[in-house]
């Protein structure tokens, strides 16, 4: 095997290396991305049902108005 031969062999299993690293990497970028969309969606449902709880007055509030009412 002539030298030439060689480094396009060597130059080969290199671009094949990083072919392999930049598949993997652009897949974890895109669970990454993933993740994020998934949890700001649920931060906003919290959010809201946080909200949406602390607006509706609660079972006791409901009774102690019902009696100041009597």
Same mark, same amino acid.
């Given at each position: +095997?002539s030298?030439?031969e060689m +480094?396009?062999?060597?130059?080969?299993d290199?671009?094949?290396?990083?072919r392999l +690293?930049?598949k993997a990497?652009?897949?974890?970028? *895109?669970?990454? *991305? &993933?993740?994020k969309r998934d949890?700001?969606?649920? &931060?906003?449902?919290?959010?809201a049902?946080?909200e949406d709880?602390t607006l509706?007055?609660s079972?006791e509030?409901?009774?102690?108005?019902?009696? &100041?009412d009597?």
């Amino acid at each position: +095997m002539s030298e030439v031969e060689m +480094m396009r062999q060597v130059a080969s299993d290199r671009l094949i290396w990083l072919r392999l +690293m930049e598949k993997a990497i652009n897949d974890i970028d *895109g669970v990454l *991305g &993933s993740l994020k969309r998934d949890v700001a969606e649920i &931060s906003q449902q919290v959010a809201a049902r946080n909200e949406d709880m602390t607006l509706q007055p609660s079972e006791e509030e409901v009774e102690e108005e019902e009696k &100041s009412d009597d």
